[in-house]
């Protein structure tokens, strides 16, 4: 993994880092409550149009969600399909109207997707698309998984809650190791609250020593395990009780979201090398050096998923590739490690010495030459890539 001495090595003066993403639902369906109107009620047909949602023709007809769930015998999913007839009860005769453009819209998450670009794409909010799809706080997403994204920025909701307090805001100063999105498993609160609360822009970059207004949170940040699932020392180096605190919080996020398995991750490893022009042997090489291709894998130094970026080194990688990257998110994870391995590359004298900068640092190299450990990453990475020739 890159180590503390990498973490310095490999920042650029600007860096980018934002926030991160969850699994959801395959299939989400927006539907809001409409109240009826009183009278006689009637009903009329209609014939399902590609891109409807039970919600959408409720509002176009003056009926409600659950009217026409009822009528025709839907599921608790309100599933419907185009060219089906629907029975549509309405408290007076009404045609449907053409609306301008429908409320939601559905997007297969394609490689480089990330929540906050949809939503920006979408003219929305990442918290709607969240709250759309029951996403967790880090917002992760997969390639395949198909989503559903409320216009308007306004989150699908269902019936209004009745008001509740507002949510306690805690104060949190930063320390060497923090990230938003482990401030926001640690507080029980999310990351886009965080980031709207400080001000922060889309790649949530934090500093050392900021003092953050994290709202919704908890009573108390929670507590660390009594078992951490990160230990504090790594090939002799003790590294920082916060920096170990964030290693944790980002392991438990990959083991309560789950990670795809080491063979998908392999093969998302040699698609990705292949369309950003890194050879995929040496690629392949690192993050079976790295983690053996188990995105769950965090060291105590916080480096995180298949290849073991720390999330100085992912700001670095953001900016080479000019989008936030979201060290969580296992596209994103290989994007970084595989577009610091190009830079590396590109600027080394060797492929050797690109090997123990991604190890090292490149600085670090350039300065102090290879440590006894560096040469033996060296060797190992080399030997791999034989492997994969």
């Known amino acids: ?174 320390v060497a190791g923090d990230t938003v999105s482990g401030l926001a498993a640690r507080y029980g609160t999310t990351t886009s609250a965080i980031v709207s609360a400080n001000g922060l822009g889309a790649n949530a970059l934090i500093r050392i020593g900021q003092v953050l207004s994290v709202p919704g949170a908890s009573a108390a940040p929670t507590a660390a395990p009594t078992t951490a699932l990160v230990g504090s020392t790594f090939a002799g180096r003790t590294y920082p009780a916060a920096t170990v605190a964030s290693a944790n919080a980002n392991k438990a996020t990959l083991l309560s979201v789950g990670v795809p398995s080491k063979a998908e991750m392999q093969q998302l490893v040699v698609a990705t090398a292949q369309a950003m022009g890194v050879d995929p042997a040496l690629a392949q090489a690192v993050a079976y050096q790295e983690s053996g291709f188990n995105h769950a894998s965090v060291s105590p130094a916080n480096a995180i998923g298949t290849m073991q970026v720390i999330p100085t080194s992912g700001q670095w990688a953001s900016d080479l590739v000019g989008r936030p990257l979201n060290l969580l998110d296992p596209q994103d994870n290989v994007t970084a490690g595989v577009a610091i391995l190009r830079q590396l590359v590109a600027t080394s004298p060797d492929l050797p010495t690109a090997i123990a900068g991604y190890y090292q640092g490149a600085a670090g190299v350039a300065k102090y030459g290879m440590y006894p450990d560096t040469r033996r990453y060296v060797a190992n990475v080399q030997t791999h890539m034989s492997r994969y020739a």
């Open 1 to 174: 993994m890159p180590n503390a001495a990498s973490n310095a090595a490999l920042r650029a003066p600007a860096s980018k880092h934002r926030a991160a993403r969850s699994t959801g639902m395959g299939l989400a369906l927006a539907v809001v409550g409409v109240a009826g109107s009183a009278g006689a009620a009637q009903a009329q047909d209609y014939v399902v149009q590609p891109g409807d949602t039970v919600s959408h023709i409720a509002l176009r007809t003056s009926s409600t969600v659950s009217a026409i769930v009822s009528a025709n015998g839907l599921d608790s999913r309100a599933s419907i399909k185009a060219g089906q007839h629907l029975v549509i009860p309405t408290a007076q005769a009404a045609v449907p109207v053409a609306a301008p453009a429908p409320a939601v819209v559905t997007h297969t998450v394609a490689a480089g997707d990330t929540v906050s670009a949809l939503a920006r794409r979408h003219g929305t909010t990442t918290a709607a698309i969240i709250s759309a799809n029951g996403l967790a706080a880090n917002a992760l997403i997969r390639i395949g998984q198909v989503l559903t994204i409320p216009a308007g920025g306004a989150p699908a909701a269902a019936q209004p809650a009745a008001a509740a307090p507002a949510p306690q805001a805690a104060s949190h100063t930063v």
